[in-house]
C-alpha cells in the first residue's frame, strides 16, 4: 500500500493508520517501516496540582522507541460537567468545570509542545455532541468535548488557553528540537538546542528520497542542507 501511495503521491507524507490507542509491539515496529510519522489518539489524566500528564510522555516515548518515528497526537479531549450535557458516553477524564478543563488543556498541550518527537496535536472536537447523544447504538457519545457549544457559543475560558497556549508552540517546541525553515536562499536546520544528539533528516525531493546525517546540540548554529 505505501509504495502505491507513495507511486501516485510521492510528495506527501504517510501519517499512519490513527492508533485509537496502545497497540502491539510488532505493529508499531511495521508501522514504522511503512509510514513517515506514527498517528495515534490519546486522552489522557492531567493532576491539575501538580500540573502534570500520567504517564503520557512514557507512553509515547515507548511508542517512538518501536517504531523510530515522529507522533502525531491525532485526537485527544477533556469534559467539563458544569456544560449541561449527560457526559456519560464517550472517552476522556471528566472535570467539575470549564475552568478545570481549560486548565488541563494547556497542561496538556505544553507537555506536547515540549516533546521533541511529537509534531502534530488535533483536539477533539470543534463543536459539543448532541445532549441526545451521537446516532450510534454502540457508542453514543453525548460529552461536552467542544470549543464552542451546538449553537457556535464559544466556552470562553477553554477558547482564551488554546489560544494563549498555542501562540506558544513554535517557542515550546523550538527549545526541544531543532527547527527546519527556509530562509529565502537555502534550506537549513537552525540549532539552537544544548543536548548533544545525532539525527537524519528524511527529505522527499521529486519522489527520491533523501537522508542526511547531522550531528546537533551545544548550540552549533544552523545547518545547511539545500
Request: glycine letters at 8%; one cysteine or more; aromatic letters at 8%.
Amino acid at each position: 500500500t505505501s509504495a502505491a501511495i507513495r507511486k501516485a503521491d510521492p510528495n506527501h507524507l504517510i501519517l499512519g493508520t490513527r492508533f485509537a490507542g496502545w497497540s502491539q509491539d510488532p505493529v508499531w515496529e511495521m508501522c514504522g517501516k511503512y509510514c513517515d510519522v506514527v498517528s495515534v489518539n490519546h486522552y489522557p489524566f492531567v493532576e491539575l496540582d501538580e500540573g502534570t500528564v500520567n504517564s503520557a510522555r512514557e507512553m509515547l516515548q515507548r511508542v517512538v522507541k518501536l517504531c523510530n518515528r515522529p507522533i502525531l497526537l491525532s485526537e485527544w479531549s477533556f469534559v467539563s460537567l458544569d456544560s449541561g450535557l449527560p457526559c456519560q458516553h464517550g472517552a476522556g477524564e471528566r472535570f467539575d468545570t470549564e475552568a478545570q478543563r481549560a486548565n488541563a488543556f494547556q497542561i496538556y498541550q505544553s507537555m506536547m509542545f515540549e516533546t521533541p518527537f511529537c509534531i502534530g496535536s488535533d483536539y477533539f472536537m470543534w463543536a459539543d455532541q448532541p445532549a441526545g447523544g451521537m446516532q450510534s447504538a454502540s457508542n453514543p457519545e453525548d460529552c461536552s468535548y467542544g470549543l464552542v457549544k451546538e449553537n457556535d457559543e464559544p466556552y470562553p475560558l477553554l477558547v482564551k488557553a488554546a489560544t494563549e497556549i498555542n501562540r506558544l508552540a513554535v517557542p515550546l517546541h523550538a527549545q526541544a528540537v531543532p527547527m527546519l525553515h527556509f530562509n529565502g536562499a537555502d534550506l537549513v536546520v537552525e540549532d539552537r538546542c544544548e543536548t548533544p544528539r545525532k539525527a537524519v533528516v528524511e527529505m522527499w525531493c521529486n519522489g527520491t528520497k533523501r537522508e542526511i546525517p547531522l550531528t546537533l546540540g551545544g548550540r552549533r548554529g544552523d545547518h545547511r542542507l539545500l
